[in-house]
Structures are given as C-alpha cells and as structure tokens.
C-alpha cells in the first residue's frame, strides 16, 4: 500500500506552520510534524493539530446550491455558473460596474485573490476588498506612511535576538501560539518582555512588565513614554538625522505634555512608563509587536503610526532583533493584500487613484479601461448595498453575517442586494442568504502560494481531491469570467500560470520561481530576481518612502466612537481565544477543539459581578445601543471593572458591537461599545 507525504501548510492563521498531510488511496489519513520549517520547528498549535477534522468533514459542502424560497436545492455546475454569470451581468447592465462588490479570501491563495481581483477590474468595478479592512487595513495605511512598506520589518525567528520584546495591544499566545516560542527564546537569552494589554492573558503572564492601560489610551502611552525617552536624552540622534523626518514637530509638541498626563490617561504609573521607556530606547535590539488592540479602533491608523514612530526614534528598527513586527491575521491576508485585494491598490501596491497604475494595468491585461480607485471598502459596501448603489455581491470565503461589527446591519445591507454569491466550504450564516453558493476546494485540495505574515510565499502543491463536486477557485473564477465575455483575457489551466503572471506584474514576487517557493520555508518578500535569496529585514539602509526616510508623525489621542453612559456602563471588548478561529465555520466542525469551548461567554469583574448580582455560570443578557446576546457569565479579575470581554467566534457578539470607522482606513471599532449586562434570574 503507497503512504504518500505532501508537504502542506495550516490553513489557519498568518504565522505559516508547514505540515505534512499523510494520503493513503486518496484519503488524507494523518498529520506528520514539519520540522525543518523554519518557523515552527515542527510545533503546531491546537488548531494546526486538528485540521484533519476538516478534510474528512461530513458537513462539507459538495454541490452547487440555488436558493428555492427559504431553501437550497443542488443543481449542476453549468447552471450554477451561469447563475452567477447572469446575476453580475444583470446589475452591470441597469446600473454600472459600481453596482457591482467582490470580498475576496484570505483564506483562498495568490493565485485565486489575483485573478478574482482581476476579473472585477476587468467588469469595470472598483469594489475589491477582503478582511485586511477588519484587522490590519491601518497597518497597511499607517506603515504605509511611516515607512513605506505595509509589512512586517523582520521575520519571527529574528525575535530570538531581540533584547526587549514590547508587544501592544496583542495577545500572541492565543492568536499565534507558535510565535510564543521565538519570544520564549529571547527571554531565555536575557530579553525583557514588555506587554501593554487592559486585559490580564497568558501573553501577560511571560510579561516581565503588563501595562495594564486604560483601553483606547495607546497614544497616550507610547506619548508617555516617547516624553522619557526625549526628556531623558534616550533617543538615537544619528539615526533620527540621517534616516528620518519630522522629528522635530514631534519634540516640541511633547515639551507641553507630561508624564502625569499620560498616567492619567492610561490608568497606570508614572514609575510604570518611565521604566518601560528605559527598557525598551535602551536595548541593544527591541522589537515591537502590535495587532488589533491597536488596529480596532476609530484611531488604528494613528495608533499603528505612533508605534511607528517610537521604533523610529529609538533607532530600534532595520537591524537583527529590532523593528515592528504587525502580527497579522488570516494565513494568506499580507498576500491578498499584495495581490491587489483591496480597493486603494492593485497588484503590487500601485495605488489604484493614480492614472500611472491604470495605464501600467491596461497593457499588462490588454483592457481597454479599467476603474480608478478607490473602490468602496467592505465596511463601507454595507452602506452602499442599503441605500442602493450596490446591487450585486460576490463573496469568497468570509462569513459577514458573524464577523462584521453590527451584524444587525450587514444582514439588512446582505438582504438589499439583488444578487449575492458565496463560495464557500461550509454552509454558513452569510453563504445561507446567498441566492448561489459554490462549493470550494479547501486548502489542501488545490496548488497555489499563500504569504505568511512574515512575508514568505509558500506554495503547496494538491495532497488530496475535493469532496464530491467542489472545484478550487482558478477553476470557477475562469469559468465566470468566460461566461462574462473575458475568456480570451483570463484563460489558465492551471495556478502555475496564474503565479507566472504575478511575478511578472508584482514586483515584491518577481524571483519566486514555483520551484523555489516549493522548498520548505519559501522565499521571503522582496525577491527582486530568481538569484536574490529573499529579504529577511526590511529598511536596512533606506526606507521605501520616495526619497528613503521614513517619517515621524506628531499624532494625538482622538476619543473612541462611543463612551460609557449611565444606560450603558460597561465597555465592552472583543477578541480571539486560542481554540476557535474567527467565525468558527472550521474550528466549530472540529469536535477536538468545539469539545473543549463550546459556548458564547462573558467575562465580568467581580467587582461588577457583584454589584449586578451575577453570579458564576448564569446565563446574561449583554445589551448595547445595536443589539442583544445572551452568554455566560465568567466572574474573572482579567478583565478590569467597569470592562467586560467576550469572544466573537460565537455568534451573537457581533450583534453588540460598534461599527464606527476609522476615517483613514475604514476598520470598525471592535474593541470599545458601550454595553449593559443583565441577570437573567
Ligand atoms: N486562535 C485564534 N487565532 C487567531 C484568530 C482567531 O480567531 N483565533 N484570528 C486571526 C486574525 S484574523 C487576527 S487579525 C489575529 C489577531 O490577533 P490579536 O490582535 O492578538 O487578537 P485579539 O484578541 O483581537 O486582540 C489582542 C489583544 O488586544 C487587547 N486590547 C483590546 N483593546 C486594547 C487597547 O485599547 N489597547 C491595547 N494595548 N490592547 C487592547 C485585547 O485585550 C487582546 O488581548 O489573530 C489571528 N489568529
Ligand atoms: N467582535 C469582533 N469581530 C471581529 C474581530 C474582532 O476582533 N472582534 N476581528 C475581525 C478580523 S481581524 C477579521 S480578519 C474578521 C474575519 O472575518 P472573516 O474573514 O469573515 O472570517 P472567517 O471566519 O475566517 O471567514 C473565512 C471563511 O472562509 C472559509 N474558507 C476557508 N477556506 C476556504 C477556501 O479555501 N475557499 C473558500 N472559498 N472559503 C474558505 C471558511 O469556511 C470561513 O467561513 O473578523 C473580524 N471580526
Ligand atoms: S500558529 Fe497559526 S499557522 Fe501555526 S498551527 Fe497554529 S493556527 Fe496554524
Ligand atoms: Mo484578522
């Protein structure tokens, strides 16, 4: 009997675990640990270890699905993609290419992101979009600015020579488990950890420092800290005049703020930042790491450019061990992101408002016309699709109906469309609103690359068929776009050609050859030739600004979205437990990890606990101003008092939360509403 290996990858999260998948007959039968890859030596977290509970799930979706009333029943492929074909076509015609929205996957790889991003272009729309808008959209705007490059600066194994690890507003050992054993390196080599989250977590718990801060009061931390570093003469002069500008708005605005001010605005210490401060300008290498404490907010992107700016004039950036490390979310988000899947850019961050970047995309795709930027964001094609400028919606791989902030809302703009199609690999909340749902080919069922947060490009090559009738994307994408009059300009047989076609156009990917990036580990973006052995830190000499600085930004606090009031006391924060995985279609059908966490919570201090008369285990009612959810009721002191958490992968926590926007990147505030908490006894 022939036991087959194939190198794959978890189909989780960005850090990238490699894996083998065992095939035994064509069935994927095990799992063997990968332990020459370079990130995860052969470790993989709860959720790594249970991905073969998907591949052999019964609740797989096998057929093509039209809705009959308030039902689906299966019809063929021909009749599905014509459906689709139709449904855009329709729309197109009455209303315009506007009228028209694709969310693409960060679940789905390069090769499918490139070509879905590029059939909407080529149909006119501008409308591109995928869930970097709900995580690190401020990384991409605010790194953006400050350095020129949206990206992590250094990969996770460099963490190991870091000497201090600051890690605000991320609690990396639920949300990228494996990234735990580089920073536990760093603290067996000397490293002091530093963590800044309102919440206690077992990422606070290998903190040397918590900075137990009030939530939404970052700037005012890193302000606090940046006082001490100029008052006390910490920062790095020579790198500050030789590699940057803008320091000196920076110095004199922070003349006229104090210290106490900042304590008493973040809740902690005058003694607390000050040593912070110390620790981290005076390492020989400090590493900042960051993720959604401070993208979700209405100032993420001020947020994102303040830690920015503090690596910056501390010289802590652009060497081994220092530099700002964004820990992204989905495992091939920082590649839809560099595929074009959003509205501001196509492939290879051109700006999709400059007319250079249309012309460039005109030739390359022999388009007659193609739409100028910006396009609508996925927060905002919500807005769009309830006052009816959008009519039709393709969706690959995301789940709006749980994920979105203001469910309530997305299933109001869901219901205004005239046309929605998912494609999808379980039936979800959303696909069930769709009027067709594709079924796709999961991971390990199709070839293609997927870019790690840590900006290396892997490719894995098919382990197994998909279930019953499920095609992978290349497939169905080329199949629409055929039916849609584009067939000779998006003809593939396969995602080979699709990656030739990448590298030719983005020129972070131009040296990754198929074969290279089939290696284990890959090839780390950029890789300008297929000599170039791929870049490990960026901005080690200059910054991909224009003229090679990187800017300083002088930004203040700017308050949240929406405050406490009498009605609604508690503020009300959002997050990721180790086991579930956002909406929780994958990690819900996996019985190892659904066994273990079963049920929406909340986490209340005792404190509130008491003053509420709530007691441990009873079922609450949370209130804001969008909505109601029950869940139990965790008494627990890692939450503050006057603050509660809850997870999102449960739905029902979405239906609370608050979708005001960041005005620069559109994200939705997840992590601040106003909220009330009800016994139900
Ligand atoms: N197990 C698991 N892993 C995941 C995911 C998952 O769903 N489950 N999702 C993936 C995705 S898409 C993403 S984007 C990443 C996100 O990964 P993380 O950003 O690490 O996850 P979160 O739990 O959303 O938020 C991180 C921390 O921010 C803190 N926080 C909240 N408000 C503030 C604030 O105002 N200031 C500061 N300093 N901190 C604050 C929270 O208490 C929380 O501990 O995880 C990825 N990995
Ligand atoms: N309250 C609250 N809400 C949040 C957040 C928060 O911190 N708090 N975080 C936000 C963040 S950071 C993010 S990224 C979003 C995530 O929002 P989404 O991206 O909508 O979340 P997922 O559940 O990961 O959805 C991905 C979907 O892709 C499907 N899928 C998996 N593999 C494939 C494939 O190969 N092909 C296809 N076609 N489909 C596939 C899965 O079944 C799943 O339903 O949630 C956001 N929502
Ligand atoms: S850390 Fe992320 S990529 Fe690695 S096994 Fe866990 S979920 Fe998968
Ligand atoms: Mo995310």
Not at 165 to 187: D, L, Y
Not at 451 to 465: G, P
Request: proline share 5%; charged share 20%.
């Amino acid at each position: 009997m022939s036991t087959k290996l194939i190198a794959s990858l978890c189909p989780y999260c960005a850090v990238g675990c490699g894996l083998f998948i065992q095939v035994e007959k064509g069935k994927a039968t095990g799992i063997k640990y990968m332990i020459d890859h370079p990130t995860c030596v052969g470790a993989l977290c709860p959720k790594g270890n249970s991905v073969l509970e998907l591949l052999n799930n019964q609740e797989r979706l096998v057929y093509p699905l039209k809705r009959s009333g308030s039902d689906f029943i299966p019809i063929s492929w021909d009749e599905a993609l014509e459906l689709v074909a139709q449904g855009l076509a329709r729309n197109l015609e009455r209303y315009g290419p506007k009228s028209l929205g694709f969310l693409v996957s960060s679940r789905c790889n390069n090769e499918e992101n490139y070509l879905m991003q590029k059939m909407a272009r080529l149909l006119g729309s501008p409308n591109v979009d995928n869930c970097a808008r709900l995580c690190h959209s401020p990384t991409v705007m605010g790194l953006g600015a400050s350095f020129g490059a949206g990206a992590m600066t250094n990969n996770l194994l460099d963490l190991e020579n870091s000497k201090c690890i600051f890690a605000i507003g991320t609690n990396f050992t639920e949300a990228h488990p494996i990234v735990s054993r580089w920073v536990e390196k760093a603290k067996d080599n000397g490293a002091v950890v530093i963590v800044a989250d309102p919440r206690i977590t077992s990422t606070t718990w290998m903190a040397d420092i918590h900075l137990r801060l009030n939530p939404g009061s970052d700037i005012d931390l890193l302000r606090g800290m940046m006082k001490v570093i100029v008052d006390e003469g910490l920062e790095d002069a020579d790198f500050i005049s030789s590699r940057t500008t803008g320091f000196q708005e920076l110095k004199e605005s922070l003349s006229v703020f104090s210290i106490e001010e900042a304590a008493e605005k973040t809740g902690l210490d005058v003694a607390e930042i000050v040593k912070a401060a110390r620790v981290y300008a005076k390492s020989s290498a400090s590493a900042l790491l960051y993720s959604m404490g401070i993208t979700q907010h209405v100032s993420g992107t001020d947020n994102v450019m303040t830690c920015a700016t503090i690596a910056l004039i501390c010289g802590q950036i652009g060497r081994p061990g220092a530099g700002v490390w964004p820990m992204r979310g989905q495992n091939n988000v920082q590649g839809n992101c560099d595929v074009g899947g959003m509205p501001e850019f196509y492939p290879g961050y051109r700006r999709s408002v400059d007319p250079k970047t249309i012309e460039f995309f005109r030739a390359a795709w022999n388009a007659t016309d193609l739409p100028l930027g910006p396009g609508l964001t996925s927060t905002d094609m919500n807005d769009a699709a309830i006052d009816g400028r959008l009519k039709a919606l393709y969706i690959t791989g995301e789940d709006p109906i749980v994920c979105d902030a203001n469910v309530n809302k997305t299933r109001r703009a869901l219901e205004s469309l005239d046309f929605l199609v998912v494609q999808e690999i379980f039936m979800t909340p959303t696909a069930k609103m769709a009027d067709v749902i594709l079924p796709a080919a999961a991971w390990a069922e199709k070839s293609g690359s997927y870019t790690s947060m840590e900006r290396r490009v892997q490719w894995i090559d098919r382990a197994i068929e998909p279930p019953g009738e499920a095609k992978e994307g290349v497939w169905i994408i080329c199949e629409i776009a055929r039916r849609l009059g584009l067939g000779e300009v998006m003809a593939y047989d396969n995602p080979s050609q699709v990656l030739e076609e990448i590298r030719s156009l983005v020129p972070q990917y131009k040296g990754m050859s198929q074969e290279r990036i089939s290696r284990v580990g890959g090839v780390l973006w950029p890789c300008p030739d297929e000599q170039h052995p791929g870049t490990e830190i960026l901005h080690l000499q200059r910054f991909s600004t224009s003229d090679g600085r990187a800017r300083i930004f002088d930004l203040q606090n700017t308050p949240p979205g929406e405050v406490t009031s009498p009605e609604y006391p508690i503020l009300l924060s959002t997050g990721r437990i180790v086991l579930h995985y956002n909406g929780g279609s994958m990690t819900m059908r996996s019985p190892s990890l659904q066994e273990r966490e079963s049920e929406l919570y909340v986490e209340v201090n005792p404190v509130d606990a008491s003053n509420l008369k709530i007691a441990e285990g009873e079922m609450v009612a949370v209130k804001t101003r969008r909505g109601e959810a029950e869940a139990r009721a965790k008494i627990s002191d890692r939450v503050m008092s006057g603050m509660a958490f809850m997870p999102f992968h449960y739905h029902g926590t979405n239906l609370l939360t608050s979708d005001a926007l960041d005005p620069v990147s559109r994200i939705p505030e997840y992590k601040m509403a106003a909220c009330r908490i009800e016994s139900r006894r």
